[in-house]
């Protein structure tokens, strides 16, 4: 997941598409007179309204410039438009109004993960895993975090465990498998990262990448045929993965089983792409 996509994810994705998650807001935020304005910036954002939603959260924080919510909605609009230095001073804004808002202690790890600050990220995301263990997405970043650094032991334990935490809370998703699964791959782990495939075609079955995972997994251990065979599939569907990435690899797969003219079909369409893009 690359990190344009994790903000996409982040902004607009799920359980994410709120400037908290789905909870009852805490009393303190309910009593604010700025809190019927962030109600509408709310559903603005959800409605992807965006330059609506920021003058409602002008107005919310010019009523109560504390008012955590708001200034958590406002930072992830600002990463939106790449003013990572106005999502700062709001999440600072935001954990200096309330040290314990596990929220806003992970989004701002997630700023500094963004602006590739890995330990200042790592730093941030610890303290908003101790503020909620029971948080996913903490997690999984922190995972990344770590294993931008190269620490891969400590990166799969975050993921074991954003995994667990989803899973436990009924709402999977299939780009944290993913991410998982990619790393058992570069850790040679294969049969673990087999089992993590089928889960993720179980949560996303009409996705492509977890049968280009399967693909690459599979050349790893020795079979392209089967390599071909999940390359073949992930062709016929839509996802993260692009049409060139699946193609190359079957041109791998197929050279590898000596069928040269489904490498040569490949190859062509390869070679189309490349010329397209040269127009």
Request: aromatic share 8%.
């Amino acid at each position: 997941m690359t990190r344009a996509r994790m903000l996409a994810v982040l902004l607009l994705g799920g359980a994410f598409a709120m400037a908290q998650p789905p909870r009852q807001a805490p009393a303190k935020d309910r009593r604010s007179p700025g809190y019927a304005a962030y109600q509408r910036a709310n559903e603005l954002f959800v409605a992807k309204k965006f330059q609506e939603c920021m003058n409602a959260l002008d107005e919310a924080l010019r009523l109560d410039p504390k008012l955590i919510p708001a200034l958590t909605l406002r930072a992830k609009l600002a990463m939106a438009i790449d003013r990572y230095d106005v999502a700062r001073e709001d999440l600072e804004r935001a954990i200096a109004a309330d040290p314990a808002s596990w929220y806003a202690q992970f989004l701002y790890g997630f700023q500094f993960y963004q602006r590739n600050e890995m330990p200042a990220a790592i730093a941030a995301l610890e303290k908003a895993r101790r503020l909620n263990p029971r948080d996913p997405p903490a997690a999984l970043y922190l995972g990344l975090a770590q294993e931008s650094l190269g620490r891969t032991a400590e990166a799969l334990v975050l993921y074991q465990e954003a995994i667990r935490l989803e899973e436990a809370a009924g709402r999977p998703h299939v780009e944290t498998v993913l991410v998982c699964a990619r790393l058992l791959l570069l850790l040679g782990q294969f049969d673990e990262e087999e089992r993590l495939l089928h889960r993720a075609e179980e949560i996303a079955p009409g996705s492509r990448d977890p049968h280009f995972e399967a693909a690459r997994l599979w050349m790893k251990k020795g079979d392209p045929g089967r390599a071909a065979k999940e390359g073949e599939i992930a062709l016929g569907l839509r996802g993260e993965t692009t049409d060139r990435q699946v193609q190359y690899l079957l041109v791998q797969a197929y050279q590898a089983t000596g069928r040269e003219a489904d490498a040569a079909r490949h190859a062509a369409a390869l070679r189309a792409m490349e010329k397209g893009q040269g127009k």
